[in-house]
């Protein structure tokens, strides 16, 4: 049935592309930036429940923030698509534990934090609103979470930020896009469009948007988990960052998939901080 509708969404937008591809093309970008999840469930609730709130704000959009306070360094902690920040539950409870300050903010449209769509650009000045208020020291990133972390620190330099630990992350923004348009199965005449809409709207082609140059000249330590199978995120996005991020070193697993919420990658971020 998931396969039928998509196919069904596709069609669609290549029929309509031939009356209007501008149309086509938003209602493309659209799809693309809308999550279909996010929210948070009665159980997710009752775990965020213990933290301390706070609603930041960037423009218009509210930010929601949870803060688990510790004595020792500051971690800020960005979910991906179509999660929220009690995501991270098993990572902050064994960190605030061993007394780290454990912070973690919910993405545009995601969770309790505003806006229609998402996207990485917005994500990061998310990012550097929660920076603003809490400076951390260490960066944690799953998936486009990520590459959010990544522009907001090529972005913005901070100063204080040591480490930064990336989580499945994807490198090249115009093989996401790739990967979407393929689904959908999009003719020419929607891609063409759909490249022209990108860079009208952020003032950059695709590109040239790419957590590998991102980082080229990261001053942190950089500590990058990817599995081996991910279906969502390939592996070769790995080996394109550790490539470009000089101090940065690569874990490869194999069978903890695109999630990679398991013990064996808690204890690599545990020992790769405390070291």
Known sequence: MKKLIVKLVGNYINVLSYFSKSKAANKAMHLFMTPRAGKISEEQSSFLDTAQQEELHHETYPIMTYRWIGSKQTILLAHGWESNSARWKNL?????????????????????????????????????????????????????????CALFQSKYQPVKLK????????SEFKDVMKRYTDMLSYNKRVISELNRTIETR?????????????LESSASEGLLIHDKNDRIIPYN???????????????TTKGLGHSLNHPSVTEHIYTFINS
Do not use: W
Request: proline share 3%.
């Open 202 to 214: 952020f003032g950059n082609s695709a590109d040239t948007f790419s957590t590998a140059k991102f």
């Open 92 to 148: 902050i409870t064994t960190l605030k534990n061993k007394g780290y300050d454990m912070i973690a903010l919910d993405a545009p449209a995601h969770g309790q934090s505003g806006s229609d769509v998402f996207n990485a650009i917005l994500y990061a000045e998310f990012i550097n609103v929660a920076a603003q208020r809490f400076s951390p020291d260490i960066l944690i990133g799953h998936s486009v979470g990520g590459m959010a």
């Open 237 to 251: 996005d790995a080996l394109l960052i550790n490539n470009s991020f000089k101090n940065s070193q690569l874990i």
């Open 163 to 170: 480490k930064m630990i990336l989580l499945g992350s994807p």
